[in-house]
C-alpha cells in the first residue's frame, strides 16, 4: 500500500470515529427543557390572557405572571409541578372540546403537549431578571427625538404635559423650560388628562399585548400617586368627570373603563365595542332643552324615552365606526348615535351642547347630536348628524375645541392643521407646513393658543385666531453624539 493510500485510510478512521463520537452524544444528550419564558408564556398571553387578567379574573384565574398561574383560581392550582393529570390547566384545555379558551379555536395539539411537558419535566420558571435601567432617578436618554403620542394644558394654562419614551414631560405652556420629568414604566403614553381642579395628572398607555396601565401623578409635588395594570394591552383616551373622582379611558381590548381616583378601583367596565376604542368623553344631557327640541316634533314615537334621565353619560367611539352612548353610573347601553360611515380616532364634547365632534380614517369632520330628539327608522339614517365638514387629506388623529365651543381644530396625516366655525363651517385659518403626521392638537384652556405634535417629535405652538407659528421645541433632551463615535 502507498503512503497516499495509508493517509487516506488514516483520515477516514478519523472521520468515521468523530462522526460515531458525535452520535453517541447526540443519542445520551437529555433533550432540551421547555422554556416557561420562550414557550409556555407566550401561549398564555396569545390565547389565554384576554380572560384572565388582573381586571378580568376568569375563573378567578390571573394568568399574567409565572406566580400567578401557579396560585391558579376557584378550581386550584393553576399547576403541580411534575404532575399534568392533577394540573387545572390541563382539564381546561384538554377534551372534546375543550372548555377552554371559552368560544375560540382551541390550542393547537402541539401547544397542548408542550404545556403537559413543560410541567412534567418540573413547571420551572425561567423568566429572566432584567433590572430596569429606567427609574426616576435614571430617566431615558434620547438620541433623537420621540414620537409624541399626545400632549394635554393644566386648567390653569400654566403647564403643557407631553407623552415622552416611558415618561411625561412638563414644560412651561410657552415652550420655554422644562419643569420635571415623570417616568413610569409603561414604555407608549397614550393620553393625557388633567383632572377639573389641576391637582391631579392621569397618563394612560401600556406595553402592547403585555399590559395597559394607569398612572395618575401628584402635580403640585410632581409624584406618583399609583399605578395599576387595567388591562392585557394599551389604554386610551382618558378623561375625568366633572368632579375629578373618576376616570374613563378605552383599551385595545375593545372594553371602555370608569375607575375611581386616585385608587384605580373599576367601577364599570363596558363591552359594547367590537374593536379598539380610542378616545371617551363625559356628558350630562340638558333635559329642559331636549324637551323643548322633542315638543317640536309631533307624534315621536321610540322604543325608548326621547328625554333622557339628566345623569351622567360616557361617549366612546373607535376602529369600529361606532359612536356609543353609555350610562356613567352602570354602563347601561343608551345609543348608537351615528351611522358606521368611518373608524374614529378622536373625539370631544362641545362645551355647553348636545353635541360631540369626531373624526377619522376617512377625514371628514363630524358634528352630531349626543342626544337624539327623533325617533329611530328602519332606514338607518344619520339622523343625527349636524354637519360634515371639509374632507382633510388624510386620516384625522385630533379634534379639539376652544373653551366656549365656537371654534375648533382637525388635524391629523396631512400637513396641516385646520381651524374652523362651528356653527358655518367656515374655515377661520389653516396652519400649514406640518412635518410629518400629527396625533395630537390642543387649545390652551384660554382658547388663545393651539399645541400640536406628533410624528417629527417636536412641540409647535401657534396663535389660535391666526395660525401663525410662536414656538417650535423638543420637550426631551437630546443626547449630542461624541466626535468619532458610531
Request: hydrophobic letters at 40%.
Amino acid at each position: 500500500m502507498s503512503r497516499n493510500n495509508n493517509f487516506i485510510t488514516g483520515i477516514a478512521a478519523v472521520i468515521t470515529a468523530t462522526f460515531a463520537f458525535a452520535l453517541s452524544e447526540a443519542q445520551t444528550a437529555p433533550p432540551a427543557q421547555v422554556s416557561f419564558y420562550k414557550q409556555i408564556k407566550p401561549i398564555l398571553q396569545k390565547r389565554c390572557q384576554g380572560c384572565h387578567q388582573p381586571v378580568a379574573q376568569g375563573g378567578k384565574m390571573i394568568l399574567t405572571t409565572y406566580e400567578a398561574f401557579r396560585a391558579g383560581g376557584s378550581s386550584g392550582p393553576g399547576f403541580v409541578p411534575g404532575k399534568p393529570d392533577q394540573s387545572a390547566i390541563m382539564r381546561f384545555i384538554t377534551g372534546n372540546p375543550p372548555p377552554m379558551p371559552k368560544n375560540q379555536k382551541p390550542l393547537e395539539t402541539a401547544e397542548v403537549e408542550l404545556v403537559r411537558k413543560w410541567i412534567e419535566e418540573g413547571a420551572k420558571n425561567d423568566t429572566p431578571i432584567i433590572k430596569d435601567p429606567i427609574d426616576p432617578d435614571h430617566p431615558p436618554i434620547y438620541k433623537f427625538a420621540p414620537v409624541i403620542p399626545a400632549i394635554a394644558y393644566s386648567p390653569d394654562g400654566k403647564t403643557l404635559a407631553v407623552a415622552g419614551y416611558r415618561e411625561v414631560l412638563l414644560h412651561k405652556s410657552d415652550g420655554s423650560g422644562l419643569i420635571a420629568r415623570l417616568v413610569g414604566r409603561s414604555v407608549r403614553i397614550e393620553s393625557l388628562a388633567y383632572s377639573p381642579d389641576g391637582n391631579i395628572l392621569a397618563a394612560v398607555g401600556g406595553n402592547p399585548s403585555q399590559f395597559g396601565e394607569v398612572q395618575f401623578w401628584n402635580t403640585k409635588i410632581n409624584k406618583l400617586i399609583g399605578s395599576t395594570e387595567m388591562s392585557y394591552d394599551v389604554l386610551y383616551g382618558a378623561s375625568f368627570d366633572p368632579e375629578g373622582k373618576r376616570l374613563a379611558m378605552g383599551s385595545a381590548d375593545n372594553s371602555v373603563r370608569i375607575i375611581s381616583v386616585p385608587d384605580a378601583k373599576v367601577l364599570v367596565k363596558m363591552d359594547n365595542h367590537s374593536d379598539w376604542i380610542f378616545a371617551t368623553a363625559w356628558t350630562t344631557p340638558d333635559v329642559e332643552f331636549i324637551k323643548k327640541e322633542v315638543a317640536k316634533i309631533p307624534g315621536a314615537v321610540t322604543n325608548r324615552p326621547l328625554v333622557p334621565e339628566a345623569t351622567e353619560h360616557i361617549l366612546s367611539t373607535g376602529r369600529d365606526r361606532a359612536i356609543k352612548l353609555t350610562v356613567a353610573k352602570n354602563g347601561s347601553f343608551v345609543d348608537d348615535i351615528n351611522t358606521f360611515t368611518s373608524p374614529y380616532r378622536a373625539l370631544v364634547v362641545r362645551p355647553g351642547q348636545n353635541q360631540v365632534l369626531v373624526g377619522g380614517d376617512d377625514g371628514i369632520p363630524r358634528l352630531y347630536r349626543i342626544f337624539r330628539i327623533t325617533a329611530r327608522t328602519m332606514n338607518q339614517e344619520d339622523q343625527s348628524l349636524l354637519r360634515a365638514y371639509d374632507k382633510m387629506a388624510g386620516q384625522i388623529n385630533a379634534v379639539a375645541f376652544n373653551k366656549d365651543g365656537s371654534r375648533f381644530a382637525v388635524a391629523g396625516e396631512g400637513s396641516e392643521i385646520r381651524i374652523y366655525n362651528t356653527d358655518d363651517g367656515k374655515r377661520l385659518a389653516t396652519i400649514s407646513g406640518i412635518q410629518g403626521v400629527t396625533f395630537t392638537s390642543v387649545f390652551r384652556p384660554d382658547g388663545k393658543q393651539i399645541a400640536a405634535a406628533g410624528l417629527d417629535g417636536h412641540v409647535r405652538l401657534f396663535n389660535a385666531e391666526t395660525g401663525a407659528p410662536e414656538a417650535d421645541f423638543v420637550p426631551v433632551p437630546v443626547a449630542k453624539s461624541v466626535a468619532g463615535a458610531k
